[in-house]
C-alpha cells in the first residue's frame, strides 16, 4: 500500500524496473520515499501480485475511524493498509484479511483540519 502521490512501488511493479519519483507531498510522511530499495524490489517483485494507493482524504479518515471507534491512535503511514481494504473492500469479501495498524506518532494537530 503506498499514498497516492507517492506510488513508487507501483509504478516500479507495473514498469519492471525501479522508479525514482519526487518527494510524495503526502500526509503518509512515513511513505515519502522516493524509490525503492535494490532488496526490497526484488522481494515485491517475486512475491506481489499489486500495490495499492490510497488519497490522503482515506488515510485521515482511517485515523479517525480507528481514534473514534476503537480508540487506537495510529499515524497516517500506519493506516495505509486498512484504508486499502476499506476501499478495495468488496474484492475482499469472501476471505480472511489480517490488516497491520502501526504507529502512534501522529500530528494530531495536522489531522485537525480534515481534507
Do not use: W, Y
Amino acid at each position: 500500500m503506498e499514498p497516492e502521490a507517492g506510488d513508487d512501488g507501483l509504478r516500479s511493479l507495473r514498469q519492471g524496473t525501479i522508479v525514482r519519483i519526487d518527494t510524495p507531498r503526502t500526509i503518509a510522511d512515513g511513505a515519502q520515499t522516493q524509490q525503492l530499495g535494490v532488496h526490497t524490489f526484488a522481494i515485491i517483485r517475486h512475491a506481489v501480485d499489486d500495490v495499492f494507493t490510497v488519497s490522503d482524504a482515506e488515510l485521515v479518515d482511517s485515523v479517525f475511524l480507528l481514534a473514534s471507534r476503537m480508540k487506537i491512535v495510529a499515524e497516517p503511514t500506519g493506516c495505509l493498509g486498512l484504508a486499502a481494504l476499506r476501499r478495495h473492500a468488496p474484492q475482499f469479501s469472501a476471505q480472511r484479511v489480517g490488516v497491520i495498524i502501526s504507529g502512534g506518532n501522529a500530528d494530531l494537530a495536522a489531522l485537525v483540519a480534515r481534507p
